[in-house]
């Protein structure tokens, strides 16, 4: 089966770090691109962060600029997002998804995992 499947949110408080983690089973990731989006209650869904397959390229939302970042771990086939500095409104359920190649390719996002709730709060 197919799957990605994101780990690692939880409660932090305002400043804290968490590392989230997109494990694929039933594929390599070695030739897809991966993406971090996030949705809060009542908000559209917006990309966070993403890395393409062969060059790594990468992308951040200025919102998470110089306080996350993606890094790929083939061997374990999983994309790891660190969030430092994390603010309350990070607050928002992070979920992964994958298309071939680079991350602004025409392919879709697909494969969309269930998503890794992240709540910054006091």
């Known amino acids: 089966q197919v799957q990605l499947v994101e780990d690692g949110g939880g409660l932090v408080r305002p400043g804290g770090s968490l590392r989230l983690s997109c494990e694929a089973s039933g594929f390599r990731l070695d030739n897809y691109a991966i993406g971090w989006f996030r949705q809060a209650p009542g908000k559209a869904r917006e990309g966070v962060s993403s890395?393409?397959?062969?060059?790594?390229?990468?992308y951040y939302a200025d919102s998470v600029k110089g306080r996350f970042t993606i890094i790929r771990d083939n061997g374990k086939n999983t994309v790891f997002l660190q969030m430092n500095d994390l603010k309350p409104e990070d607050t928002a359920l992070y979920s992964c998804?994958?298309?071939?190649?680079?991350?602004?390719?025409?392919?879709?996002?697909?494969?969309w995992g269930q998503g890794t709730q992240v709540t910054v709060s006091a």
């Open positions: 998804a994958a298309k071939y190649g680079r991350f602004d390719s025409e392919y879709r996002w697909d494969n």
């Open positions: 890395i393409s397959a062969t060059d790594t390229s990468t």
